[in-house]
């Protein structure tokens, strides 16, 4: 029998990344063959982001461009996923109506069966999860057990997504509540993995041959659970996933600065496989722009938490996220963020210009009042102040041998790669061949190789710099030769 075709889209953040490949997993362990033509597939899926303005615009053009294909082949099933799904159902059904299946991310568990619905019923099928109960701490809820777990629990069926780096879920939703943020209204509230659970998801994809696992969380550093009566928090998973043979690199995003204990950094300092880095938001370098965010921190203690965790981490980096043009920032305040960024000297920032989402407690009690033209001068800035300090971070890394995970060609080899083969340019072999890899920092590094490289660790010397980007060359070394801290080519490759 003909399989039927999915075509997936993915927008936003990691988390969606995992989504969407959990729900590719379950659905080509049955009856789905991946296609990567949307016009004829059979099903449709579009996961969602709803973190800014911006990216449910794109969606809904997205969605605007299946309408014809829709037409000429009713029986497509077109479905909305994740965030916008969650945050707004009514209105996407309004905009578009061919949508058949509107799936909250705390639902996708229920995805194959929801198609069958549509195709079955010819009705639109709809799983929200709104009546999720806030009322409960989050080690109360951490024990119950969640429908959508599910999903996660189905990985062993259908591995897709890049073998060597994976992602794993640690903890679902978020109880902070910013006043800008929409995601406690998509996702829900916090609820940790069992520390169980999560470990055997690591030891089975590193049985399949990952190196790297991610941990996600919306605030991973508040992760609490419970085992046999005793609390584990995120300290002891790290610990615990560090005792997995085989597994080289662990990181995790995203840490909320204000529940960042020592045991954290502890364990980061002591943990060989735990790496380097850190994506620690701070949003703002202003005392009162904080507080009108409720972030539950000021400037000073995350300048406090940067210092303890650079003084327990030696050679850690930091990243880190900025919105600029938040309700009533002032020149002033703007400034005690370019100051704070110019300080902590960070390896790479994101800066976001502020975009009111609905029903959050910015948009009903605050005014979206700084001009669009300021947010994106305030954005060139920050970038530019932080483009310097990447430059000069990166250049001190010249003359240096590093560690890293080759990912595979480089983004630029790849672009030479598809112009040689569909307008027949010819490129030098040296850019076409091009790979990239990973520091234990997160630093991107580019060098000369052959591409039976991907997947494993080497070590690199630095030659040049750029802000964004390292260039590398391999280093020779004799039989038996070993760096100090780094793993032989061709040994610990698992799978
Ligand atoms: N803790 C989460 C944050 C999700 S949103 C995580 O990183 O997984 C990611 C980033 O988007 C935030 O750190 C913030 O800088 C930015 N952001 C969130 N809401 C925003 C809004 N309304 N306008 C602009 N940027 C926003
Ligand atoms: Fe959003 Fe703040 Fe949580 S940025 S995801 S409400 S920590």
């Known amino acids: ?38 016009t004829t597939a059979d099903v449709v899926l579009i996961n969602t982001c709803s973190v800014r303005d911006h990216a449910e615009n794109k969606v809904l053009s997205r969605l605007g461009a299946l309408k014809k294909p829709k037409l000429n082949n009713p029986g497509m099933i077109v479905g909305i996923i994740g965030c916008m799904a969650e945050r707004d159902p009514d209105g996407l059904v309004d905009k578009m109506p061919h949508v058949d299946l509107i799936c909250g991310p705390g639902e996708l568990n229920k995805i194959p069966a929801m198609i069958e619905d549509a195709r079955e019923l010819r009705q639109r099928s709809i799983a929200l999860s709104q009546s999720l109960s806030r009322k409960s701490t989050p080690i109360e809820r951490a024990l119950e057990f969640d429908s959508v777990e599910a999903l996660d629990l189905s990985r062993a069926a259908g591995i897709v997504g890049n073998p060597i780096q994976a992602y794993v879920r640690v903890q679902r939703g978020c109880d902070k509540f910013c006043t800008f943020c929409v995601v406690p209204f998509t996702r829900g ?30 605030t991973v550093n508040s ?51 735990v790496c380097e880095y850190l994506h620690l938001p701070a949003q703002s370098g202003s005392d009162p722009v904080l507080k009108r965010m409720r972030r539950q921190y000021s400037v000073s203690e995350y300048v406090e938490l940067v ?144 591409i039976g490289l991907a997947g494993r660790l080497i070590n690199v010397r630095i030659a040049g710099a750029t802000a964004l980007t390292l260039h590398g060359e391999i280093v020779e070394r004799r039989e038996g030769e070993r760096l100090p801290g780094t793993i032989p080519i061709g040994v610990n490759i698992g799978g």
């Open 1 to 38: 029998m003909r399989k039927r075709t999915l075509y997936m889209e993915t927008m936003g953040c990691q988390m969606n990344v995992l989504d969407s490949e959990l729900v590719v997993g379950q659905l080509t362990s049955g009856d789905y063959a991946l296609t990567d033509d949307m």
């Open 189 to 218: 509230p916090e609820r940790s993995r069992p520390p169980g659970q999560i470990v055997d998801e690591a030891k089975m994809l590193v049985d399949r041959g990952a190196l790297e696992i991610t941990l996600l969380g919306q």
């Open 223 to 273: 992760y609490i659970n419970q085992d046999d009566g005793q609390r584990v928090p995120f300290s002891e998973l790290l610990a615990r996933l560090n005792d997995i043979n085989g597994l080289e690199r662990i990181r995790f995003v995203t840490s909320y600065p204000g529940d960042f204990g020592d045991d954290i950094l502890m364990a980061m300092r002591d943990l060989p496989k």
């Open 307 to 450: 210092a303890r965790a650079r003084e327990f981490v030696p050679g850690l980096t930091l990243a880190s996220d900025f919105i600029v043009g938040f309700c009533g920032e002032t020149d002033e305040e703007f400034a005690r963020t370019v100051q704070l960024v110019r300080d902590t000297r960070f390896k790479n920032i994101f800066v976001f210009k502020y975009s009111e989402r609905p029903n959050t407690v910015a948009e009903k009690r605050a005014v979206d009042d700084v001009a669009d033209a300021v947010k994106r001068v305030r954005n060139i800035e920050l970038l530019s102040v932080q483009e310097r300090i990447s430059l000069a971070t990166n250049r001190e890394l010249i003359g240096r041998t590093v560690e890293i995970l080759v990912e595979g060609y480089s983004k630029r080899a790849m672009k030479a790669q598809e112009a040689e083969q569909t307008r027949g340019e010819e490129i030098s072999s040296e850019i076409s061949s091009q790979l990239v890899g990973r520091t234990r920092t997160d630093r991107i590094v580019v060098f000369s190789g052959e």
